[in-house]
């Protein structure tokens, strides 16, 4: 059976949008399928479609929460003693050609969120980063092209 693996973190704000899905959203849309109904024609009434398309919507990610949960394999990068770069590490490296430099943290896939720099240990920037540690050299493969980093710093917080 497969593992999945999440932080600490991530774990809690998935348990969290469980929760928010099955005593809030699940309810409500349910509601909103009602009314929606009383108001005639199933047929042309485009208020019900898009409940029933959201209702869809909310029964699926429950379904991915429930599999996430039942196969979660949880890890603390607070507990990890390694200079190697690995699931929960935050790595700093630096563009060898720009020296533009970039900090990730990396993470499980439902914990992605690019806008505050936390990456899935399955992207492209975390594969050519793994297994590498302080001083090593990586090429991160992206559609523009390979680009070659050196990584400066290894941390697991």
């Known amino acids: 059976m497969e593992r999945i693996p ?3 973190k991530g774990l809690k704000k998935i348990k969290d949008e469980h929760q928010q899905l099955i ?3 699940r309810p409500k ?3 909103d399928i009602s ?3 009383a108001h005639g024609d199933l047929k042309e009434n485009a208020e019900y479609h898009a409940a029933k398309e959201k209702q869809g919507w909310i029964e699926g990610r429950i379904q991915r929460i429930n599999h996430i949960l039942a196969h979660a394999d949880v890890i603390d990068p607070s507990t990890i003693q390694s200079n190697r770069v690995q699931f929960g590490a935050t790595v700093q490296y630096e563009n060898v050609e720009t020296e533009e430099v970039f900090k990730w ?3 499980g896939e439902d ?3 690019t806008k505050n720099c936390i990456i899935s240990y399955k992207s492209p920037i975390a594969r050519a980063l793994i297994g590498k540690e302080e001083g ?7 559609p523009k092209g390979a680009i070659e980093v050196e990584i400066l ?3 697991y917080l």
Do not use: F, L, M, S
Not at 136 to 142: F, G, L, Q, R
């Open 6 to 8: 999440i932080t600490i």
């Open 23 to 25: 005593k809030v959203d």
């Open 29 to 31: 849309i349910i509601n």
């Open 35 to 37: 009314t929606a109904r």
């Open 105 to 107: 943290k990396i993470v």
């Open 111 to 113: 914990e992605t969120d």
């Open 136 to 142: 090593d050299e990586a090429i991160i493969k992206t």
């Open 153 to 155: 710093e290894v941390k």
